[in-house]
Structures are given as structure tokens and as C-alpha cells.
């Protein structure tokens, strides 16, 4: 059909005629390199001695990008110093040409997308990157794609596709999934739509996945994918930015925009993935990341961008066995092992007995005798006195780690902070120059980690006599409902083994959606959900809780056989409470029987007025609050219902307590108008009627507000 | 060749024991000509041969000789079917009529004749008909040797029931490509608005399809073991809905597996995995090494196994709809196919006007100027001048009088249309009369039993 072949040509010459556009947002939008990155944009920070953008340029470059604008936030003014700086911005020999563009109040990626918008720098479909991509790919295929669902002649044209997701197959565990952060894209696979889009979470975890079975009726063939990496590699219409304009609450490419128009019903538009199997692609998001790219470098799956293509024009590197790349004057002494997967940057010292494997060495760095270096990122002019011992860790320009100092896997210390000697850094511990500001940038929520271990060890840890630096806490991210162990979980060198599941996840929260969870909705064959440790350490914990209610018991007993007074007996408690980390609910539950159970049955009014008379001060110790109140008469009423001969000391402890303000009307109000007291079984319903009475008689107390009662 | 006869010895260990489900499931998707008054499901007539010897030469071409045939007894359905097994079926198929209690599950059934088995079965429909060569699935079965292997075909564009929201027996079927497993089946319902995956699923088996455009044939083999699954657990009472999603769960969910304590039932016979077991040198690399302290991602490698075996491109449809069961006697019955068109002792007047997409049977007659297009009509029917079928199925001694037309209908045994009746998309009962000069459409005319 001439006509159409003749509209598809004419489309490629305006096509042709655009520059292709990209734009690199440069900020992470968040604190993962903290503090490396108080100091340092992300984008700058050295990966194999090369700054994070350069790679991204690189790429962008080889995809035959004309025009690219880096939108930078933070340190925006040391961002465009580099570029200035830089190959791209010689005119002559640079097919790229990069524009800085300092958004000084951007926030998030919606921020950056709506500053674009506003611009109006955008003049045809673009390809939007962050600036810590690290990748080998070339985008023909997917601009082709792209381009092609926009003609008419395609094979499966849609005028309201927007963006082309590029992807990277790789494995459910990959290395380069940013962990804790993986998401799951169900595609469809004979035109690549993307149909869903679930961002995975580790706290809380993502147990299930739910797909809308409207997606059914466009298609009838959808692959749910875990396998994929996403290096935030898209290719987006120019109607990407104004939809974040438009929706001034979006503020992440994914789980909002995404999801947003994946889930939207009135926007219509499409999202369609191009799933590469053949290149390297994946990007620096946190510390964990830094270092799986970091080790792809060196072994050479990033090729052609290895450290011996030298990305700057100063550096020579030159690649030897094992994976070996050395820079131009590296001095190693006779006796130094330098095993495989190395890289080491020019004017570097090594010294005797010295050994380094799987490690990234800066330029100009100084390192002692005996030295044991091991996956550790030394940045620039770093020095290492004799005896140290690094492992699994980030060393940041001109920082002095003095002798015989140990680093343990996991430490970020930044730039110029001075550590030792003779000193041990336990894991995962960041080192500033500057003291950690109180509310920084991205992190004005200041509580966002009470339950952070970290922070009790802030001060505890010793940098040695001329240390020089401050300790960095992890704060999490400014998202207010994110856990800050997901946050963990994704950084350098962490073991998972480490993380305290156990404590947090045997509470309940999750276990208890779990038993939930059991029966599956096609089936009721006891099915089961997946589990790992929680399940345990729930067990664990329950023996905990049993283990500490029977010493309870024993020490209340004692107090009554010993007739202790009940200051004694509530020190006792409080300390066996304290060692067991014991709750206070767990303590009324046996402190309310165990007082009931004092009273002399054959003579049961007076009995319980005695025992009352002494012990109710005791359960007045350990109930703080009206909820507390009502948990008292809670166990009462179950306790008196469970034991028959008890039922009549209901209502007179019930009347005890209340005189000895122990529990307040309010307390009993609530509790005598909940539904639990009221579907607690036929014995213990029946003694909430016999309160009715005295409800009555304190509500009309109250009516009256009369003075005290006189019973 | 006889019910009544005593199994004969066999010369060799059969590989596979098949069981045929007679009379399950469909409910009352077939209503009404699998009433009492017509025949049981395994008996309806496709290109005028009944529903169950299609299932029975498919087992015939797949070399097995050993059938156990398992119907509910539920009205004279055992009585009919042991008559046409004892003098009707021609194959050489030895299949023994097991009549079990009428609510029994399909997986009941097979605890009630668990001792009859004796090797890895084979559990299919009676209401199966396929193109596939069985040696294709059953090598993909020994190749992989799993727990279970289930075949899924593509709904071909032919079947009118292509799955969809108007089907009410659309599923969703979950395959692991790489590993051609079989990750999740589940029926499809109008009433829910989201499937749910479970994550364990989707960390153990990263690249799931999910299809709608498949279809489970109901054909599974299961490995002898199974049958002590089945013995042990009385809560698994049906095949598809308790045994199968069972097995499909515990590819995965390692919780699953030891409360079922399925390992101690499945007993591994593959020589290749005991000689692998035994090697010193052979070290398969196995992803779960590399993450075993990783708590967040379940990677759980099961001993057990559901594979599916898809099959596209030919014909595979199960006769538990009207509309499939019509779709199955038109293709039964299709233009090309080698069949004997009009029976010898038919006597038709105008054969012209017989189509050659159509089947007559025995001893049927057909007046002047009596068409008939992609039509199958039984045997012994009286069918007067001037009479229009097409799309239809005619049963056995059904008596059509002048000048009826009918098109998309399903008349049953018995049944009488008389003079000058006109209808489309019908389903009439056995022995129902329908009056003359009757107009219907898409209506299903049955008569209460006290006036026929």
C-alpha cells in the first residue's frame, strides 16, 4: 500500500531529523551512600575509579543519544564542575552534549519529572535514566520498538503506549536486584505490554501477588516475571513528564507512575517492556549494588566498559591475568599477593606481605606492610597503615585508616575521617567527617528509628586515639511507612543472618496474617505459606513468655507463703519482668489469678476483702491506663468463668478494685460494653449480667455525681 | 471380550493402568440429555459412536490394555454402560465396570479400587476426544518423569466454548516454561475480580505463563505413590480439586510438604537420580546453595513434580458442555474425514442432500427433499420429506415428521417432532414429543416423566 509506506518514510525523516534526547536524573533522592554522599553526589562517586556518570554517559552515548540534560538537585554545582571538566563538554571531539540543570527543590523523581515539564526542554521521546546506570547496551532495538507501536504499519501499533521499560533477564536472586526492593512485571509476551506491576516488599513481606482479572479480557497469555532487573532504563513519550504535572502526587517512576496508569482507568495509556537477555545493565542504588556492579566490572561482564577502555582519557590501565587491572606507576613491593579480580589505580603503594583480592585501589594510595584488603572499594589517596585489615568495606577519598586498625565488612567511612590505631570497627558502621546532621536533607522525620539498634550504639564506638570523624546512623528513608530494615537489608556486604527477624516478626503482626493465610482461596487442602524463621522464633518466643509467667508464679507464691510486702514482691516482679523482657499483660495474667487464688473458699467475702486489702496494690503496680484496667477485668471474668467456685467473687473484686481506684468506672464501662466480655462463652457472659447492677448503680452515681461511694 | 469374564493373564507388567472417570463432573452442564431417559454421558453419541470408545481407542493407541471404568450408581447408568462394554465395544481394550456410590468424589472412587492398582496410573474423562498422538505425551511423561503429569490444550478456534468470560469452565492454568511445569490451576470465576499468586511461587518458579487460553484435559498420570497419598488422606475427595492442587502446591511450599508429610510417601524410582545420589564426582549446581542463608526468598527444591504437556494445534475437547459436545460431533464428523457417511441399511431417498459434513446411521429413513448439513443422525430414525437439519445431533429412534427444520439442536432417544415445527438451538429430551407447528428457540423442551 503506497500510501502508508510513503507515511512511514516521511515519519522517519522527522524522526531522523530530531536529535535523540535523554535526560539523567543525577540525584538518588534518598540517604542509602550516607554520608558518602553528604559530601559527594551519588552520581560521582568512584565505581572502578571512574565517577558513576561517566558510565551512564557512556551508555547513553553508545545508544546514540545527541542531547542529554542531567537534572541535579544536591551538590548540583560540583555535578556540573565535572562535566565541565569532562570529554563531553569538548566541543569538537563529543557527539553528546550535556546540560546541567540545577532543580534546587526537588524531592523525588516526580519533582525532577514535573521541573522537566515545566522546562519545556523535551522535544520528542526521550530516554529517561538515573545517573548510576552501568551498562553495555545499546537502545536501537528498543527505540525501534518504541517508535514502531506509534506507526500504523506495525505489527502491533498502540497510539497510547507512553514508555518502553528496558529490562534485563537475569535470575529471581540476582545480585544486581536491588534486594529488598525487587519487583515482580507481568507482561504479556507476544506484544511485551506490561499489564502489572508489583513492587516487592521485605518488611512487610509480600506474600501474594493480585492480578486483576481484567487484565484477562485484553489478554489471554500473561507471564508473571521475577527473573527481571530493572535498571530504570526508560524510553518515554513526552507525555511522561506532563502526567507527573498532572498528578502532582506521584512521586516514583514506578510504584506511582507505573502503577498509576497500569491501574488507571481514565488515562488509557500503555506501558510495554523490552526485555534484553543479551547485555549488562544495572544500576547503583545503594551500597549493595555498588558493590555486585563493582565486581561485574572487574569481571569483565560489563565488556566493552572495563577498567582498561579507560572511560577518562588520564587513566591506563592495563588488564593482566586473574582479572588484574593495574594503572600507570602503581609501586607493588616483592613480597605484596595480589590475587584475582583487582584493580588498582595509578601511584599507588603497596607494601610487604600485603594482600589484596576482589578490591577496587584508588589512585595515589598509600599501603602499609602486612595488610590484608579484602572486597574493599579504597577510593583516592587513601592511606592504610601496617597490620590493617579491611574487608567488605567503602574507604572514601584521603582517609587515614592508621596501623593496625580492622575494618569489618559492611563500613562506609568517608572522606578525610581518620581512624586507629589499634582499633576494631564493628560491622556495618558509617563514618562521617561531619557530625551527622539532626534533620537532614531527605530525613525530617526524626523518630524514624526508635527501634534501630544502631542508634544506642552511636557513642559506643571507639575510632581510635587520633581518630577523626563521627558515626553515622543509618536513618531510613523519608518514607514514613517504610521499615528501615528494608533499608539494611540492601546495603554493603550485609548478612541477612544478622537481621533480627525473629524479634519483630514473632509478634504477631505477620505470623498471625500468616495462620490467616493458611487455607488458599482454590483450595482448603491446609495449605499452607511459605515460611522461614518467624514460624521458629514465634515458637521460641511463646516458650519465652511460658517460661517467665511459671517463674512468675513461683516468686508471687513465695511472696504469699513468705507474706512479703507488696513493694517486695512488685520489686521482684518488676526485676524478672526486665530480664525476661516480659509484658506487663503477661504479669496481670498471673498476678490476677494468683491473688484470687488467696482467698479462703469457705469463708469467701471476707477472705477476698482481706486478701484485697493487701494485694490489690500489687495489680494497681502493674496496670498503667485504662486499657490496662479493662485487661484486668478481662482476666477476671475469664478466671472467675474458668473455675466455678470462683464465680461469686466476680462482682465483690470487681467492687474491691473499684474502691481501691485500681480499676475506674471507665475502665469498667468499657469493658462492660465491649463485644469481647460479651462473646467470651456462656459462664463468663453471665457474670458480665451479674455487673449489670453495679453498672447501674455507677451510672447513676455518676448522674448524680454524687461524692464518693458508701457501700 | 467381557465383563463377565475373568482378566486374562497378563504376558507382561502393564506400564500404565488407566482409570476412566464414567459420569463425573459436568453436573448439570449437560442437562437435559444425559437424562435418565436418554443415556449416561459416556455413552452419547459422536458421529454416532459413543462418547466413551473414543477414550478407549486413545488408550488402545497408547498401548494400554487395562482399563478400570469407574461410574456412579446412579440410575440404570452402570446397567447401560456394561451392556455396550460387553457387546457394543469392538477394541481391545480389557476394561473392568466399577459401579461406586453416588457422592463419591472422583478421588473417593479411586481410594474405593486402590488395590486393583498396581503400577502408575493413568486418570482420564470419558469425555475426552483428541488428535494427539498418546505417545507424545507419554514420552514427555517418561523423559521427565514427574509426580504428575497433566495435559493442557489449547482450546481450538473451532470449539464455539473458547474460553472466555462467558465460560464458566475458563481457567487459569500457571507453566513454568523452563521447566514445563505445571504451577497453578484455578477455575476461573466471574465473581472474583483478582488471582492471586503466592510469592513462594514466584521465587521458586521466577517465569510463570498464565494462560486463558488453555485448557486442562482432566488426563493426568500420577505415579504409583500417589495412591498412598490418596489412601492416607480422606480429606482429598476429588481428583481436580484436592489431589491436583495438592501436587501443584507442593512444588513449592515447603510448609505444605511437611505438614502433608509428603516426602514419606514419594518414593523416588528414577535410576538416574539414585546413580546421581551416589556419585562423588557429579555436583549439580543448585541455586539454593547460594541463598540457603537468605531468609526473605523461599527456594524450595520439592521431590515433587507436576509437568504439563501442552498440546496445540489439533484437536483435543471434552464433551462437558452443550456446546462443546456440539462442537465435538461436528469435528467428529467433519468434511475430509474418512467415515463412513450414510450407513448401508439407511435408506435415503436423495442422497445429494445428504451433506458430506454429515453422518446417517443404521437403518434410518429419510424422505424426498430431506437435507441434512453437518448434522450426525442415529440409527433407526424416521425422518419425513421436506425436512431441513443442520448444525444438529440427532440420537436413536428419533422420529421427525414433514417439513420440521431444525438447526443447532440436540434431539434425544426417542423423541418425536411432528409436522411443520421450526426449531433453532433446542435441546429435546428422550421420548419428548414436541407438538406441530412448534416455533422454539434456544430452548431446552423436556416433558414432565408421568406424561411421556
Sequence with gaps: MPPKSKLKQSHNETEAEQPLQAVVLADSYNSRFMPLTYEKPRCLLPVCNVPLIEYTLEFLAISGVQEVFVIATMHAEQIKAHIDSSKWSRKNDSTLQVEVIHASECLSVGDALRELDARQLISTDFILVGGDVVSNMTLDKALEEHRSRKRNDGKHTDKNAIMTMVLREGSSHHPSRARGEESIFVIDPTTSECVHFEPLETFPRTKRVDLNTEIFERHTEIECRNDLIDPLIDICSMEVPALFTENFDWQSLRSDFVRGVLTSDILGKTIYTHISNESYAARIQNSQQYDSVSNDILKRWTFPIVPETNLQETDLYEYSRGNIYKGSRVILSKSCIVEDNVQIGSGTVVGENTRIINSVIGKNCKIGNDVNIEGAYLWDNVVIGDGTNVKRSIIANDAIILDDTILSEGCIVSFNVTLGPNIKLPRYTRVGSQPQPKDDFFDDDENSDDDDQDDSARPDINLGEQGAGYIWIDKGDNDEDSDPRNMKIASLAFDLQDLNVGKDHGDGSDSASEIGDISDSDSDMGSTSEMWHPEQSQILAARKVEEFKRELEQSISRAFAEDHTVELAALEITGLRMSANGSYDDVREVVVPAILNQVDMSKPLPSIKAVMQKWASLIEKVTHGKDDQVHVLYILQMYCADHEQMQKLFIPSIRLLYEDDVVEEDAIFKWYNSDRSKQLGSPATSLREKATAMIKWLEEAEEEDSDDDDE | ?452
Design chain 2, 1 to 452: 471380550m467381557g465383563l463377565l469374564e475373568k482378566p486374562k493373564q497378563q504376558q507382561k507388567q502393564q506400564e500404565f493402568q488407566a482409570i476412566i472417570l464414567a459420569g463425573y463432573g459436568s453436573s448439570n452442564r449437560l442437562y437435559p440429555i444425559i437424562e435418565e431417559d436418554n443415556l449416561p454421558k459416556a455413552l452419547l453419541p459422536v458421529a454416532n459412536k459413543p462418547l466413551i470408545s473414543y477414550t478407549l481407542d486413545w488408550l488402545e493407541k497408547a498401548g494400554i490394555t487395562d482399563a478400570i471404568v469407574l461410574t456412579q450408581t446412579m440410575a440404570n447408568a452402570q446397567q447401560k454402560i456394561a451392556a455396550y462394554l460387553a457387546r457394543g465395544y469392538q477394541g481391545g481394550v480389557h476394561c473392568n465396570l466399577i459401579g461406586v456410590d453416588e457422592d463419591f468424589g472422583t478421588a473417593d472412587a479411586i481410594r474405593s479400587i486402590a488395590d486393583r492398582i498396581t503400577t502408575d496410573f493413568i486418570v482420564l474423562p470419558c469425555d475426552l476426544h483428541t488428535e494427539l498422538v498418546p505417545r507424545d505425551f507419554l514420552d514427555h511423561h517418561r523423559i521427565s518423569n514427574p509426580t504428575m503429569s497433566a495435559l493442557i490444550y489449547e482450546a481450538t478456534k473451532g470449539e464455539k466454548g473458547f474460553p472466555g468470560k462467558e465460560d464458566d469452565t475458563a481457567q487459569y492454568i500457571g507453566i513454568d516454561a523452563a521447566e514445563s511445569r505445571l504451577i497453578h490451576l484455578a477455575d476461573y470465576d466471574s465473581s472474583e475480580d483478582e488471582v492471586s499468586l503466592r510469592m513462594s511461587m514466584l521465587w521458586r518458579f521466577p517465569r510463570v505463563k498464565l494462560h486463558m487460553n488453555l485448557q486442562d484435559a482432566h488426563l493426568y498420570i500420577f505415579k504409583h505413590w500417589v495412591l498412598d497419598v490418596i489412601k492416607a488422606k480422606e480429606k482429598i475427595s476429588s481428583i481436580r480439586q484436592d489431589l491436583v492442587p495438592l501436587i501443584i502446591k507442593c512444588q513449592y511450599q515447603r510448609k505444605l510438604v511437611e505438614v502433608e508429610e509428603m516426602d514419606k510417601y514419594a518414593k523416588s524410582d528414577d535410576l538416574l537420580d539414585t546413580a546421581l545420589s551416589l556419585s562423588t564426582v557429579y555436583d549439580e549446581f543448585d541455586e539454593t546453595l547460594l541463598n540457603q542463608h537468605d531468609p526473605f526468598k523461599t527456594y524450595f527444591k520439592s521431590n515433587i513434580k507436576a509437568h504439563a504437556f501442552v498440546y496445540r494445534g489439533g484437536y483435543c475437547g471434552r464433551a462437558n458442555t452443550i456446546p462443546k459436545y456440539n462442537d465435538m460431533n461436528r469435528l467428529a464428523s467433519k468434511q475430509g474425514l474418512s467415515i463412513k457417511r450414510i450407513a448401508d441399511t439407511a435408506e435415503v431417498t436423495q442422497k445429494p442432500l445428504i451433506g458430506n459434513d454429515s453422518v446417517v446411521g443404521e437403518y434410518t429413513k429419510v424422505a424426498e427433499k430431506s437435507s441434512v448439513k453437518r448434522s450426525v443422525i442415529g440409527a433407526h430414525c424416521i425422518i419425513g420429506k421436506n425436512v431441513k437439519i443442520a448444525n444438529s445431533i440427532i440420537m436413536d429412534h428419533v422420529v421427525i415428521e414433514d417439513s420440521v427444520k431444525l438447526d443447532g439442536c440436540i434431539v434425544c432417544n426417542n423423541a418425536k417432532i411432528l409436522e411443520g415445527s421450526s426449531l433453532t438451538k433446542c435441546e429435546i429430551a428422550g421420548g419428548y414429543i414436541v407438538e406441530r407447528k412448534t416455533e422454539e428457540n434456544g430452548q431446552k423442551l423436556v416433558g414432565f416423566r408421568e406424561a411421556i
